[in-house]
């Protein structure tokens, strides 16, 4: 083998060793899961929601409807809902849309929002207050049972993970969600995003444990 060859070998086994233990790191905008009925008093009784395109997770997807978010200080229209509907709603904000609407809604795991912030979520037909159910939410990592196992992580864990954007940064206390319907990708939102430099196909890597 000429030497060429040697490196070219090396240069393509080392692309995919980095590729094993690495993983895509998407930015999530803005955006609202919503229940039955907030659907209803949204859109109409039994309106479903129709999908626009499907998102990386499986089953989840991107719909038509938008709905206008308000606040004691300000307004954010044309925020992108989520389906399929879920048990309850859930609005999730970076900090610095929540600072725009005025309101302080805690750093949560996706789903734990007993005791969160409120808002009003307005359509041309309809209008629901919400007491709560409005997070910022915790940085976190979609996997599969066997990704889980290549990265010697389980459900739960929370790692460090570096993340090389334009300014690498290492984030603290990603959220590992395992789950046999997963696809393997870590979700930030823009602030995160903004924070290191993101551009799409930006890649992720667990390098250790984290407290936080
Ligand atoms: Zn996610």
Known sequence: MSEEALDLLVERITAEILDRISFEVEASGRHVHLCRDHIDALFGKGHSLTSSRGLSQPAEFLSVERLTLVGPKGTIE?????????????????????????????????????????????????????????????????????????????????????????????FEGVLVRVSPRYRLAMHIDYDEANACGWSAGVRGRIVGPSDG
């Open 78 to 170: 044309n925020v992108a809902i989520l389906g399929p509907e879920r048990k309850r709603t859930q609005v999730e904000l970076s900090i610095t849309d929540a600072k725009s609407l005025g309101v302080k809604p805690p750093v949560r795991d996706s789903g734990d929002t007993g005791g969160s912030a409120s808002l009003i979520l307005k359509t041309a037909t309809g209008e629901v207050t919400l007491d709560e159910g409005v997070i910022v939410a915790h940085r976190h990592v979609h996997m599969t049972p066997e990704d889980a196992e290549r990265f010697g992580v389980s459900d739960g864990d929370r790692v460090s993970v570096r993340v090389a954007g334009d300014r690498p940064a290492v």
